[in-house]
Nanobody, 124 residues
């Protein structure tokens, strides 16, 4: 079992920055992938970024590439999502998930565990 707790969301103006945190506990291993997804009202959960828990290899959605950075601190069992140059269309509930799979990591159904989410609202 893996437990995930997201934090760091908030309300801010376009152009601002936020850093989200995903604290993990339980049976998490170096081969696990941690992903950030987001879900706006009435829309499906959308891939944002993922990273390997140990190796640091990361991938991003085109819509956030160059603005968002995913990173991890193994000592703190925490994965971060640094979000810069935020836009109103980034408004969503942001979730982190953990997957034991090696591919199809942009698909939310690949993930085995999820946190409760944290709300990010960007005003224009």
């Amino acid at each position: 079992q893996v437990q995930l707790v997201e934090s760091g969301g908030g309300l801010l103006q376009a152009g601002g920055s936020l850093r989200l945190s995903c604290a993990a506990s339980g049976r998490i291993f170096g081969s696990h992938r941690v992903g950030w997804f987001r879900q706006a009202p009435g829309q499906e959960r959308e891939f944002v970024a993922h990273i390997t828990w140990s190796g640091g290899h990361a991938e991003y959605a085109l819509s956030v590439k160059g603005r968002f950075t995913i990173s991890r601190d193994n000592a703190k069992n925490t994965v971060y999502l640094q979000m810069n140059s935020l836009k109103p269309e980034d408004t969503a509930v942001y979730y982190c998930g953990v997957s034991s799979n090696f591919d199809n990591l942009m698909n939310s159904q690949t993930y085995d565990y999820w946190g409760q989410g944290t709300q990010v609202t960007v005003s224009s």
